[in-house]
Structure formats: C-alpha cells, structure tokens
C-alpha cells in the first residue's frame, strides 16, 4: 500500500476535527451492515485484525458490537493511527488494542500477526494493484487461526463486468489517476483464494453494490 497515493477525490479522506480524527462518510454508511456481517459470521471467542482501517470509525463500533473479539486496527499512515487513537479514546473499550503500523502487501507481514481467528478488510483491494492484492492474500492464511475467518469486502466487477453506472464511473476515475488500481473481478479473486489455500464460504451481496467474501482456513 503506497501512502498518499493520488487517488480520485471520491475516495479522499480529508474531514478533520479538532483534533487528529479523520472522518469518512462511507465508513458511517456501511458500518451497521459490517457489523451484522461479522456478528454472523464470527461467534466466538478470539483475535481480530483489521487491515487498513483507515480513519478507525469501522473498528470502534465493531469492537463495541462485538466484544467476544479482541480487536488489532491496523493501517499504513500514520495519520490515520493517530485518527484510530482518537476514535478509540472516546470509547474506552477494553478489547480495543493500540493500532499499529502495518503494510498487508509487503510479504512476510504474517508472522508479526499470527493466530487471527478474523481479519477483516473493508475497501481496499481497488485501491491497490493486482500484484499488491496477491501479496496481501496469500499471506493472509498465515496469519490466521485454523478454522479462522477472513471478511473481504468491497467493490468488485460480476463477471468481468461492472455492473452499475457509479461503479463504472468510480473504476474509470481510479485507472486513469493510476492504471494499476481498479476493481478486481470477482472470478479472479476466488482463484486468488483457492491458491492461497482459503476455502470460499460465501459471497454476501451488501450495500452500494458492494460483495463481501466469507473465507476460511481449515
């Protein structure tokens, strides 16, 4: 993940606050369908890492929904720790760990995060490329428990095909800010799946269009 990529203004994050919390309205969207997703998906007791967590508003309201699971935030700037820390402190929750720093498309980035029992990961294979997209899941079964979850959620094409008009317009304003970003398609990314050696549960339609892939490693 490349910091202070020049991404489409769409997917900017740039609300500050009075302090160093950053704000994205996408996140306030889907948060109450992450949520149920996971509450489904992950009964019980263990060790949750979310990968880019971004401005830490997904990560507050999981760790409070969802207290059976000792959450790790992640990201890969440190603007957005310190955003996560401050999301964090009006919370005071006790299975929220300190975020830290982390790059999930550097390889070996596992083995400082083994026995995840979920790693969740929100919106960012379309902001990366398909060679950071391969590092980032094979290295994701290394990481988890057996029987652990992953939850990737995002935009994807259906198909090779984008399927809606704001989808299309969003993928074509990526690749031409950067060829290398854009959705993945969802074919591809099940192979991707198989080759690292998670088992495919389902894939769960979602708001805005979006796919959420349950996976599991056995």
């Not at 369908?33 to 007791?45: A, D, E, F, R």
């Not at 999981?62 to 964090?88: F, G, T, Y």
Request: aromatic letters at 6%; proline letters at 5%; charged letters at 20%.
């Amino acid at each position: 993940m490349k910091k202070n990529q020049n991404l489409p203004k769409k997917v900017k994050i740039v609300n500050y606050n009075c302090d160093d919390r950053l704000y994205a309205p996408s996140a306030v969207r889907n948060a109450e369908s992450i949520v149920k997703l996971v509450k489904k998906t992950v009964t019980q007791p263990g060790n949750a890492l979310e990968i880019a967590s971004g401005t830490g508003q997904h990560v507050v309201k999981l760790a409070s929904a969802l207290p059976h699971l000792k959450w790790q935030p992640s990201d890969v700037e440190k603007s957005r720790l310190k955003s996560i820390i401050c999301w964090s402190n009006d919370q005071h929750l006790t299975n929220l760990k300190t975020p830290c720093l982390l790059d999930a498309t550097k390889e070996g980035w596992a083995k400082e995060h083994l026995c995840q029992d979920l790693i969740l990961l929100v919106n960012l294979l379309h902001l990366i490329g398909i060679k950071e997209t391969k590092i980032l899941v094979n290295e994701m079964p290394k990481a988890m428990s057996s029987n652990g979850y992953a939850i990737i959620y995002g935009p994807f094409m259906r198909s090779g095909k984008l399927t809606t008009k704001n989808d299309i317009e969003f993928h074509h304003s990526l690749i031409n800010t950067n060829p290398d970003l854009g959705y993945k398609n969802d074919a591809d990314m099940l192979n991707l799946f198989k080759e690292a050696g998670l088992v495919h549960i389902s894939t769960e339609k979602m708001p805005a269009n979006n796919l959420a892939f349950i996976l599991k490693k056995l």
